[in-house]
């Protein structure tokens, strides 16, 4: 067996000539090449350690969701090449535990403390939606460089116990971060909506909303988005010390995002 290894420059004609060589792979994942894509146009794609392969038949064994990526964002990139690779080495091709952005960014040094928590709940604080759209890693750096802050403040001051923390709540407390002053009230009504112990009728907007997720079992999928407005609507009545007894519907933000 010999298998040559090379270091290329690819440039666009070049990654469409490779593809033409995409004969049997499996099933090209659009949204994986549109990640690798908006990266490239962003300036931020970085080293790649993987090599575009080829058989020794010449049919490409890896690399097209990088190919494509390049092909669609006119990107030139160098990466190591490998030809000549025998067919049965493509039983191991992608077979390894994949890293996460969260090992990533901690083996890299890039963020200590990133957490599969800390982006949901800046991607919904950004979002205002449990939406489920692909990003790329650097964008979700991005929003963490945005609203990082306010998300590491909502959770380290937001709700605590079973179907009562999760990313739509501590999302809202996050917005409501922004806006109130009045921070030390606003760590009440995490402490509230945890525990069930309030103080009078000004609190009473957070043991509404701690009863209304018991029941619900937390925040139902399809009403995320309600959920979310209600939550916001819960904080402004309890930082005002105002009642709230009726979780009823709401159709705007309490707190709607600030671009920064």
């Not at 890896?62 to 990526?69: C, I, K, M, T, V």
């Not at 991005?142 to 709700?159: F, P, Q, S, Y």
């Not at 009562?164 to 996050?174: D, E, F, P, Q």
Request: proline letters at 2%; hydrophobic letters at 35%.
């Amino acid at each position: 067996m010999t298998v040559e290894v090379s270091v290329e420059k690819i440039t666009p004609k070049k990654a469409a000539s490779m593809l033409n060589a995409n004969h049997n792979n499996r099933r090209l994942r659009e949204g994986v090449a549109e990640q690798y894509a908006a990266d490239m146009r962003a300036g931020k794609w970085t080293v790649c350690t993987a090599p575009i392969a080829f058989y020794d038949d010449g049919d490409l064994a890896d690399g097209q969701h990088r190919l494509w990526a390049i092909v669609e964002s006119d990107f030139s990139t160098t990466f190591t090449i490998m030809r000549g690779l025998p067919r049965q080495a493509g039983l191991n091709i992608d077979t390894g535990a994949p890293r996460t952005l969260v090992d990533n960014a901690k083996i890299s040094g890039m963020n200590d403390d990133l957490s599969n928590e800390l982006l949901g709940v800046v991607r919904a604080f950004a979002t205002g939606d449990r939406t489920t759209g692909r990003l790329s890693n650097s964008q979700r750096l991005d929003l963490i460089a945005k609203h990082g802050d306010e998300a590491r403040w909502a959770i380290a001051h937001g709700t605590r116990g079973r179907n009562l923390h999760n990313v739509c709540v501590t999302a809202a407390i996050a917005r409501a971060y922004v806006y109130e002053g009045n921070h030390e009230r606003l760590a009440e009504f995490g402490q509230v909506l945890s525990t069930g112990y309030g103080n009078g009728e000004g609190d009473t907007a957070a043991i509404t909303l701690r009863n209304k997720l018991i029941e619900t079992s937390g925040v139902p999928t399809k009403a995320w988005r309600e959920t979310f407005l209600k939550v916001q609507n819960c904080i402004y009545y309890f930082m005002r010390h105002r009642k709230l007894t009726v979780l009823k519907s709401v159709k705007d933000e309490q707190y709607p995002l600030k671009q920064k």
